[in-house]
T-cell receptor
Framework: DTAVSQTPKYLVTQMGNDKSIKCEQN?????MYWYKQDSKKFLKIMFS???????INETVPNRFSPKSPDKAHLNLHINSLELGDSAVYFC?????????????FGQGTRLTVV | GENVEQHPSTLSVQEGDSAVIKCTYS??????FPWYKQELGKRPQLIID?????GEKKDQRIAVTLNKTAKHFSLHITETQPEDSAVYFC??????????FGTGTRLTIIP
């Protein structure tokens, strides 16, 4: 039973298109995140949500818009895709970092913009 | 400041030898120190963590040691095996539920 699942696993699209990545967690966690990992393995936080509310937005372009319909879901919509958006995007969740607990990651979505 | 530095950035170790990766931090209020492992093409996963009231924690071939005075914590892997080849991260926990990673350490086990 997958704890954090994201879809799709692979996404190839042309520049200028709009795409979405979905994420769901069945752990009952309060906090969810989106991370971007570039080709050099730098893993950078993009957004975090706590109980459907945006907590962190790390200088991400406005073309990226997260949406959390409920605390088990955090989707990422990207408008007007650019070549530099190519990366692996990870969704993650944790109970609450203030309680110092493990973060669980999805399997990642490899986005390739051509 | 809230910076974490991880060293080395790359490490190659002969199979069977030990590997040590070190993280230094600057926030004196830090009290939770996790290590994550990311195998090639896979997701990051927690492998071991330590809290500030403990100096060392072991789990089979891996261990984490904490030196609060010097503000660093280290990951130790003994009797390394090919499956230990991965990128290892020591993320930093900030306030407001911010769990931040960096570039990690790429560990390569040489057969």
């Amino acid at each position: 039973d997958t704890a954090v699942s994201q879809t799709p696993k692979y996404l190839v699209t042309q520049m200028g298109n709009d795409k979405s990545i979905k994420c769901e967690q069945n752990l009952g966690h309060d906090t969810m995140y989106w991370y971007k990992q570039d080709s050099k393995k730098f893993l950078k936080i993009m957004f975090s949500y706590n109980n459907k509310e945006l907590i962190i937005n790390e200088t991400v372009p406005n073309r990226f818009s997260p949406k959390s319909p409920d605390k088990a879901h955090l989707n990422l919509h990207i408008n007007s895709l650019e070549l530099g958006d190519s990366a692996v995007y990870f969704c993650a969740s944790s109970q609450d970092l203030r309680f110092l607990t493990e973060a669980f990651f999805g399997q990642g979505t490899r986005l390739t913009v051509v | 400041g809230e910076n974490v530095e991880q060293h080395p950035s790359t490490l190659s170790v002969q199979e069977g030898d030990s590997a040590v990766i070190k993280c230094t931090y600057s926030d004196s209020a830090s009290n939770y120190f996790p290590w994550y492992k990311q195998e090639l093409g896979k997701r990051p996963q927690l492998i071991i963590d330590i809290r500030s009231n403990v100096g060392e924690k072991k789990d089979q071939r891996i261990a984490v040691t904490l030196n609060k005075t010097a503000k660093h914590f280290s990951l130790h892997i003994t009797e390394t095996q090919p499956e230990d080849s991965a990128v290892y991260f020591c993320p930093k926990i900030f306030g407001n539920e911010k769990l931040t990673f960096g570039t990690g350490t790429r560990l390569t086990i040489i057969p």
